[in-house]
């Protein structure tokens, strides 16, 4: 059964910054690109991190220079760096694969930006 579990959320204030942790199980960690996405309220899901089995990365525009994704194979885990944080980055941010498969959303973590 795969679990992808995310965690690290929190309030924090404008400018301040987070880093997400995802712990992956059930899956071949390592042979899989993973991806970090977010759903603001009222808004579609999208993804705004992903990094390659090779450890390539891209980023959504409104992300990039502020955010970094990176893995730990070792560990199962890939992470989310989140620098200079805005009001519009609040959402849940949740873990997948890439592609993504529908049955592996984990419960997400939540990420506030409010002064």
């Known amino acids: 059964q795969v679990q992808l579990v995310e965690s690290g959320g929190g309030l924090v204030q404008p400018g301040g910054s987070l880093r997400l942790s995802c712990a992956a199980s059930?899956?071949?960690?390592?042979?899989?690109?993973m991806g970090w996405y977010r759903q603001a309220p009222g808004k579609e899901r999208e993804l705004v991190a992903h990094i390659t089995r090779g450890s390539s990365t891209n980023y959504a525009d409104s992300v990039k220079g502020r955010f970094t994704i990176s893995r730990d194979n070792a560990k199962n885990t890939v992470y989310l760096q989140m620098n200079s944080l805005k009001p519009e980055d609040t959402a849940v941010y949740y873990c997948n694969v890439l592609p993504i498969v529908r049955n592996y959303w984990g419960q997400g973590t939540q990420v506030t930006v409010s002064s």
């Open positions: 059930g899956i071949i960690f390592s042979f899989n690109a």
